[in-house]
């Protein structure tokens, strides 16, 4: 589960996230949609602890992040959109240095090798340097590498960018079935059909607030009966979208 109560961060004199409560039960796909600069990957970032927030608490599970933001780290994983990874590793190495960074047995961090290997379809690349991958490999072995320590609570941040469709397939299928076995997925996307196709639930954020809240059938109803997602979208935000700007 995620609450977050009374979040905000400012950054001088501008809100890029304005007194957000919000709560996601276990096992739930969730989907944060916005347009750029309106304080998706703020609000990630301060549930990751990347970023402390200026006011407000934040609980993963029931832990609270400001208090022991070590254990709130070994339940989770995070997939930003932009990952980090160190380009003179083999593919196998940097899989090996994450278990070993959440002190994982080294016989099941190799158990679990071969079945998130194999998930991903890894395995021929398995000796690769990390600088010879193409994008789609590197996506690919983010998600295996954060998936390793069996994360209670998943963030991506942009989950399909730059993937081919049998990998786009691979990821929706495998979020929806994380989602099934009692995963809690936090997402945020630009992509509204798969925001459409996959979450339970769906907040839009604007200027830092969340101005619309619940599943596909509720936002059309909000937005006078819109025809689809994209459509209740663009009606909510219409009167207020920021073109660029921090997300």
Request: glycine share 8%; net charge neutral.
């Amino acid at each position: 589960m995620i609450e977050l109560t009374g979040i905000s961060k400012h950054f001088g004199k501008n809100k890029a996230v304005d007194n957000i409560s919000l709560t996601v039960p276990t096992g739930e796909l969730f989907c944060f949609l916005g347009p750029n600069g309106a304080g998706k990957t703020t609000t990630i970032k301060m549930m990751t602890s990347l970023l402390r927030p200026t006011s407000g608490t934040i609980k993963l599970h029931g832990i609270d992040i400001s208090k022991d933001p070590i254990a709130a780290k070994k339940i989770t994983g995070y997939i930003p959109d932009m990952p980090f990874l160190y380009d003179r590793l083999t593919t196998s190495e940097y899989f090996e240095f994450i278990g070993d960074l959440y002190a994982i047995p080294h016989d099941l961090i190799w158990q679990r090798y071969e079945e998130l290997f194999r998930t991903f379809n890894l395995m021929d690349i398995r000796h690769h340097l990390i600088k010879d991958l193409s994008h789609g490999m590197k996506q690919r072995l983010i998600y295996a590498a954060t998936l390793l320590h069996e994360p209670k609570i998943l963030f991506i941040d942009e989950p399909l960018i730059g993937l081919d469709p049998y990998t786009i397939r691979l990821i929706k299928d495998l979020l929806r079935e994380k989602a099934r076995s009692g995963t809690t997925i936090f997402l945020t996307t630009h992509i509204l059909a798969l925001a459409q196709d996959i979450a339970d639930r769906i907040a839009i954020i604007l200027n830092g607030k969340v101005i619309a809240l619940g599943n596909v059938s509720q936002l059309k109803g909000m937005a006078d009966n819109a025809k689809d997602l994209e459509d209740a979208f663009l009606k909510l935000t219409a009167d207020d979208v920021t073109i660029e700007g921090r997300g």
